[in-house]
Structure formats: structure tokens, C-alpha cells
């Protein structure tokens, strides 16, 4: 398919979570299995040069991160004001910026990308890089449905190239949820029971004024696949992700992280659950067949509690609130014989004192972070480029863990229970849920 777009520049990004420190690697990054066109002009100091797409508070952000191991020498957003931000701020005024994403990825001497967009641009983004032979650093979730997920992994397998997605929790954080992966694994509490997520409740908010768009956006551009609709300050930047249209509220947001972990641990990683169940949910405005009834506030839900269950009768419990159960956002793994709670705050539970006197064993743990360093998470994309591996968040787990998200927002929007072919992966016996697999896409922006 084409990959014409209406509209000239690119999308802008979001002001939201911490950024980790990196550590310096030593060796040269780049020792290709096979020649591509960022091959031809090879920095002469074998550090990566990069384009940043996406220039808000976690695209400078991923910016810095990735600055300590290359050199940044484009950036790109649709919002000017944020692409002169980053070049000031963090790429020291040398970088050139571009409106059109596609401008940028034309340049044969760009050799990694950082993709740093609104949820509903990742996908399209990283298509086109990896095609135009660039390896991606995508922020999470990776993706705005299901079938993105699918045709993501065809592509990285077919380009080769790496793709590492932007949950920091596998290798940062003091390695607290290796470690407690590690610990599920290796029976430290038993046969695995149930694991609760929480992560916390989107806002509800609106109605909020339509007015035109600032000068300085291109919002039909930021608007990409979703619907044309009139501006609103609160659909764009920070608050695109509490917006059934751009993102999946926390579901996708914290979930892309907490249920990553919890499936991980689970052994479900290049799998997927059995079923999804709702025990509760709200939405800040009513919903018909599944979709808003209001354009002018919040729309993604606000609580909800639902039940993923996996082979071997394990359960995950994803709620936005478990003040009840006397912990916060975080992870609680329940087994026959214990259990311990885990956030990027601490990991605690008997289980984890036990570590004092039986430690994990070092080669346990080797073995989850894929025989690599994990000093950051960018040091480990930037080390997987020059040996050509595949990093710890790869695109082949992400995509099975968020899959596990958008099953439960399919769940919470058509108000029913679903069972899911993990094999197949296909939604059993309902085939108008099967059809939210995917969504409508605005003419010049399709996802292919």
C-alpha cells in the first residue's frame, strides 16, 4: 500500500513518565549480519546517528538516553514547537527537523530511530522504519490494536531489524521485576495461584471547549488514523492517552508495563490467555456498541476490575485500585506457598527475605536478560544493534502482553466476556468482538 499521508509534518509526544539513567557500552555498536542502506555511510566513529520522532517531554527524554550512545542528527514532530525544543535542549541546536516523519527516514546516513509519538502513530512509524532498514527504539504500548501487534512481528522478522519497546521495567528499576520473575520461575512461592495488577484509574474529565488548532500543529497530521474531529487541548499531548481513539487509558498505558511483568512471570509471554472476564468497570461517559457517546471529555475507563485466565487454572487480576487488598499500583504473585508484591518502589513478602540466605542463582537471571548487560534499557537496545540480537522487551512478548491489555478493553467496551485462542489468536465463538481486533482507519493513514 501506499504510504502517502495527507498533511506535511509529524507527530508530536508526551510529558510523562521519569527517565532512567544509561550506562556507556565500550564496544562498537554496529556489526551487521546483513548490509542495509544506514550501512552505506557508517559513522566514522561507529556511534549510531539517530533520528528522534516525536520531540515531547518522553521523546527529548528518550532523546537523552539515546544521546549518550549516538549522535542525534534529526528530529521530527508536528508540533514546532516541540521539535525546536529538542534540538535546543538536547541535540545542542545540530540536529535538522522535519514536519514529515518520512522525510526523515529517507535519510540513508540515519541509522536508529527513536519513536516517541502518541500511541495511535507507533505502529505506522516503526512500519515504515524498519522497512527503510533503520532499527527502532518505540516507546509503549507499541501498539493501538491487535492486529498492528501481528503485522509488527511479520515485519521485524522479515526486515531483521531490532525493535526494542520502551518497558524500562524489564531492565531498570534496580532489576526488582527480574528478579521477581526469576522468583515465580524458580517456585520460590510455589505453584503459581493468581496474580493481581494494579494500575491505577484513568481520569474522567470534560466537557471541554473545541476551539481552532495552535499555529505552530499540524493537528490533521496528529490526528493520523483516528477520526477528524475539532481540537481539543485535552485530546492532544499529555492527555491523548485517556482517549479511546489515541490510546487505551491505563489499561494500555500502566498495563503495557505491570501486565507485562505479570505475564512474563506467568510463562505466557509467547502465549496468551485462555479467557477475559469482567467482574466491574465505569466509563466516564456511556458507551454504544462499544464506542463513546460524547466527543467532548475522557472517554477511556475510569475503574475496572477484570480476570485473565491462563493454562494450569492461573489467574491475573488487572484492577485500577487494590487499596482493598492493602497495596498500591504494582504486582501482587500469590503461590500454594507464598507470596510477595513488587513495584518500582521495592519488592517485598517472605519470599524475598528468603533471598538473603538462598539467592537466585546468577545464571537464572542471565538467562531472562538474554545473556546481556542490563545497565539501562537503552544501553541494552543500543547493544542488541551492534550484535544483531534481541533485546529484552522484544516485540514478540510485548505484543502477546499488550494483546492481553486490548482483549480486556475489547471486554470493557462491549460489556461481555471473551474467550481467546492464544494459538490462533482469535477470539472463539464471537465474531463481531473478533472484528474490534482491528478498527477503522482514516483514508491516507491506513496501518500496513
Given at each position: 500500500m501506499s504510504d502517502q499521508l495527507p498533511g506535511v509534518n509529524s507527530p508530536s509526544r508526551r510529558d510523562f513518565l521519569k527517565v532512567a539513567g544509561a550506562a556507556s557500552l565500550s564496544a562498537a555498536w554496529w556489526i551487521p549480519t546483513a548490509r542495509t542502506m544506514a550501512d552505506e555511510t557508517k559513522s566514522p566513529n561507529d556511534r549510531p546517528r539517530v533520528g528522534c520522532i516525536g520531540n515531547g517531554g518522553m521523546g527529548r527524554g528518550d532523546?537523552?538516553?539515546i544521546k549518550r550512545y549516538g549522535d542525534i542528527i534529526a528530529n521530527c514532530d508536528v508540533d514546532r514547537n516541540h521539535a525546536e525544543k529538542l534540538k535546543t535542549e538536547i541535540a545542542d541546536g545540530k540536529s535538522e527537523i522535519y514536519g514529515d516523519y518520512r522525510k526523515l527516514l529517507d535519510r540513508k546516513d540515519v541509522d536508529v530511530v527513536t519513536i516517541s509519538t502518541?500511541?495511535?502513530?507507533?505502529t505506522r512509524i516503526a512500519l515504515a522504519a524498519l522497512r527503510a532498514g533503520k532499527d527502532v527504539y518505540c516507546q509503549k504500548p507499541l501498539t493501538l490494536t491487535i492486529d498492528e501487534g501481528k503485522l509488527l512481528c511479520k515485519v521485524v522478522k522479515e526486515t531483521g531489524r531490532v525493535l526494542q519497546v520502551g518497558t524500562q521495567q524489564r531492565s531498570e528499576d534496580g532489576l526488582k521485576f527480574l528478579n521477581a520473575v526469576a522468583m515465580v520461575h524458580l517456585g520460590r512461592i510455589g505453584k503459581l495461584k493468581k496474580a493481581i495488577v494494579a494500575i491505577g484509574g484513568g481520569p474522567?474529565?470534560?466537557p471541554f471547549e473545541k476551539k481552532p488548532a495552535p499555529e505552530q500543529l499540524d493537528w490533521n497530521m496528529w490526528l493520523g488514523q483516528a477520526p477528524l474531529v475539532d481540537y481539543i487541548v485535552q485530546r492532544c499531548h499529555n492527555d491523548f492517552r485517556w482517549w479511546y481513539e489515541y490510546s487505551g487509558g491505563k489499561m494500555t498505558d500502566w498495563g503495557a508495563h505491570h501486565v507485562d511483568i505479570a505475564q512474563w512471570a506467568i510463562g505466557a509471554d509467547q502465549s496468551g490467555p485462555e479467557s477475559m472476564e469482567i467482574v466491574s468497570v465505569e466509563h466516564p461517559v456511556p458507551l454504544k456498541n462499544g464506542m463513546p457517546t460524547a466527543d467532548d471529555r475522557f472517554n477511556a475507563a475510569t475503574k475496572f476490575h477484570l480476570v485473565a485466565r491462563f493454562a494450569g487454572g492461573v489467574e491475573m487480576h488487572i484492577r485500577d485500585d487494590a487499596a482493598e487488598l492493602g497495596f498500591d499500583n504494582g504486582v501482587l504473585f500469590e503461590g500454594e506457598s507464598g507470596r510477595f508484591f513488587v513495584n518500582r518502589g521495592k519488592i517485598t513478602g517472605a519470599p524475598v527475605e528468603a533471598l538473603k540466605e538462598n539467592p537466585i542463582p546468577e545464571a537464572d537471571l542471565v538467562k531472562l536478560r538474554k545473556g546481556k548487560r542490563l545497565d539501562s534499557h537503552m544501553g541494552n537496545f543500543i547493544e542488541c544493534c551492534r550484535d544483531r540480537s534481541t533485546p529484552v522487551s522484544d516485540v514478540?512478548?510485548?505484543?502477546?502482553?499488550?494483546?492481553?491489555?486490548?482483549?480486556?478493553?475489547?471486554?470493557?467496551?462491549?460489556?461481555?466476556?471473551?474467550?481467546?485462542?492464544?494459538?490462533?489468536?482469535?477470539?472463539?465463538?464471537?465474531?463481531?468482538?473478533n472484528l474490534w481486533q482491528g478498527r477503522e482507519q482514516r483514508k491516507g493513514?491506513?496501518?500496513?
Open positions: 532523546a537523552s538516553n502518541p500511541d495511535h502513530w507507533h474522567a474529565g470534560g514478540w512478548s510485548h505484543h502477546r502482553a499488550l494483546t492481553t491489555c486490548h482483549l480486556a478493553n475489547i471486554a470493557i467496551r462491549l460489556g461481555r466476556n471473551l474467550k481467546w485462542d492464544a494459538a490462533k489468536e482469535q477470539i472463539v465463538g464471537d465474531d463481531a468482538a493513514f491506513e496501518v500496513a
